[in-house]
Nanobody, 122 residues
Framework: QVQLVESGGGLVQPGGSLRLSCAAS????????MGWYRQAPGKQRELVAR???????NYADSVKGRFTISRDNAKNTMYLEMNSLKPEDTAAYYC????????????????WGQGTQVTVSS
């Protein structure tokens, strides 16, 4: 059983900061890429940022220069540092992980967390 648990969401004023965490646990052999996605009410889920095991990153244009994704491979944990938050960043934020469950197979699995709410409002 694999679980991804997000934390760190909340209510913040415009211009403020939050740090999200995503901790993966369970019978995991190795995690490849991890990512943060968000979904606002009435909108489709969209990519925010992704990071490979080696640390290569990519960001949505809307968050470049404001958000920073990072990960600690030893802890199977990923982070999203969000600065200069705007009302349009309001959404439920989800993490996912592309991982191997065993060294005996090349099958990869994609798991999602349950989401954490970020609300940017004065």
């Amino acid at each position: 059983q694999v679980q991804l648990v997000e934390s760190g969401g909340g209510l913040v004023q415009p211009g403020g900061s939050l740090r999200l965490s995503c901790a993966a646990s369970g019978s995991i052999f190795s995690i490849n890429s991890m990512g943060w996605y968000r979904q606002a009410p009435g909108k489709q889920r969209e990519l925010v940022a992704r990071i490979t095991r080696g640390g290569s990153t990519n960001y949505a244009d809307s968050v470049k220069g404001r958000f920073t994704i990072s990960r600690d491979n030893a802890k199977n944990t990923m982070y999203l540092e969000m600065n200069s938050l705007k009302p349009e960043d309001t959404a439920a934020y989800y993490c996912n992980a592309d991982l191997f469950l065993s060294a005996a197979t090349s099958t990869r699995y994609l798991y999602w967390g349950q989401g954490t709410q970020v609300t940017v409002s004065s």
